[in-house]
């Protein structure tokens, strides 16, 4: 056996993939802590805490611990996180939006100065390149569970701007405060479709 264990390399593939999934834990439980503070406790009245515990979902976030995120919003006043967006131009000047979620401002800036400098480009002023974009909710569904038709008629009904098919899957774009509504119109329905 020359000395490697087989259960010596689980344990190292476990605790490197333990490691990322813990990152991963903590970054959505902020998110989850932040947006049950700055709203409604309920995700049915909180859009953003309603996001925040989708995404906890589908990385697959215990219940145990996203309920803990939500209750610590109530006991930790000491850490103020805060939502800054920043703006700026890449290389071949494509415009770039960056929004953070941060305890100092000033450690946050410096790091996104210093990212867009080491990268070829340069950080903007406020509105220097928002302009060129627009805030979409989009909803993807596997082209294989509904027809182009179908999913066509059924997202004009529950209220979509757009639908789009490409080879892979349906996209249904909304405006972004609607998207809760429209994906719940869509879940609600696509079963009667089938």
């Known amino acids: 056996m020359a000395g490697h264990s087989h259960w010596a390399g689980i344990k190292h593939k476990k605790g490197k993939a333990d490691k990322e999934r813990s990152k991963i834990f903590s970054k959505i439980s902020r998110e989850i802590t932040v947006a049950a503070k700055l709203g409604d406790k309920d995700p049915d009245m909180n859009s953003r805490l309603r996001s925040a515990i989708q995404s906890a979902r589908s990385a697959n976030m215990p219940k145990g611990n996203i309920q803990k995120a939500i209750e610590k919003s ?49 950080l903007g002023t406020q509105g220097s390149a928002s302009h060129n974009f627009q805030q979409l909710g989009v909803i993807k569904i596997d082209k294989s569970e509904i027809s182009e038709d179908k999913i066509f008629e059924l997202s004009i009904e529950a209220g979509a701007n757009e639908c789009y098919s490409s080879e892979y899957f349906h996209e249904i774009q909304c405006d972004m405060s609607e998207i809760f509504n429209v994906k719940k119109k869509i879940e609600k329905n696509i079963n009667n479709f089938l």
């Open 74 to 122: 109530e006991t930790s006043t000491d850490s103020n996180y805060e939502n800054i967006r920043y703006e700026g131009f890449g290389p071949y000047r494509i415009a770039v939006i960056v929004e953070t979620l941060t305890n100092n401002k000033n450690r946050t800036a410096s790091n996104i100065r210093t990212i867009f400098q080491k990268n070829g480009g340069s």
